[in-house]
Nanobody
């Protein structure tokens, strides 16, 4: 049974930092491309960052230089380090196993102005 469990969300002031984690089980984590998505109220879900099994990363333009995606295959865990948070980063952040299309339930990030 595949499970993706996010944690690390919370309320921070603009300019602050958070680190999100996604722990995977029931999958061969090390060979799967993993992604972070986010969805703000009333808006469509959008891709934030991707990390391939080889560690190649890609980011949406609005988070480049502020967010860092990483993975620890030994721990079946993916991370998203978010620095210099802005109010427009406020959203529910979701972990996604790209190759097999599984989703976590999300964790809420709120950056207050």
């Amino acid at each position: 049974q595949v499970q993706l469990v996010e944690s690390g969300g919370g309320l921070v002031q603009a300019g602050g930092s958070l680190r999100l984690s996604c722990v995977a089980s029931g999958i061969d984590f090390s060979i799967i491309t993993m992604e972070w998505f986010r969805q703000a109220p009333g808006k469509q879900r959008q891709l934030v960052a991707t990390i391939t099994r080889g560690g190649r990363t890609n980011y949406r333009d609005s988070v480049k230089g502020r967010f860092t995606i990483s993975r620890d295959n030994a721990k079946n865990t993916m991370y998203l380090q978010m620095n210099s948070l802005k109010p427009e980063d406020t959203a529910v952040y979701y972990c996604h196993a790209g190759d097999i299309n599984y989703w976590g339930k999300g964790t809420l990030v709120t950056a207050s102005s």
